[in-house]
């Protein structure tokens, strides 16, 4: 049984950082061959893509992050993580790490193909 566990979640000033961090676990294969990404929920909202990183390193990132965060992994370490600067109030939310069910990104940030969940970590930027 594949386990998403995030961490790095925390409090900050907007205009700070955070680095969050996913370890992936119960694997018999890393998981090279399958896209990732990171999803956030705002109290009060739908749970949105974030930023995704396929099989084959390439990436995508939501319109309101683009420039500020950076999606990455190891694979060798079957770590995902999530380099995030410049935070913004509205960037507080409860973020997840997910994996998807393909090699390929194609509609995982709008929530499609979606396999595997962690349960989330609490990022909370004050103005």
């Known amino acids: 049984q594949v386990q998403l566990v995030e961490s790095g979640g925390g409090s900050v000033q907007a205009g700070g950082s955070l680095r969050l961090a996913c370890l992936a676990s119960g694997y018999t294969y890393t998981f090279t061959g399958y896209c990732m990404g990171w999803f956030r929920q705002a109290p009060g909202k739908e749970r949105e893509g974030v930023a995704t990183?396929?099989?084959?390193?390439?990436?995508s990132y939501a319109d309101s992050v683009k420039g500020r965060f950076t999606i990455s992994k190891d694979n060798v370490k079957n770590t995902l993580s999530l380099q995030m600067n410049n935070l913004k109030p509205e960037d507080t939310a409860m973020y997840y790490c997910?994996?998807?069910?393909?090699?390929?990104?194609?509609?995982?940030?709008?929530?499609?193909?979606?396999?595997?969940w962690g349960k989330g970590t609490l990022v909370t930027i004050s103005s």
């Open positions: 997910a994996q998807a069910s393909f090699g390929s990104c194609s509609q995982v940030l709008n929530g499609y193909n979606v396999r595997y």
């Open positions: 990183i396929g099989s084959d390193g390439s990436t």
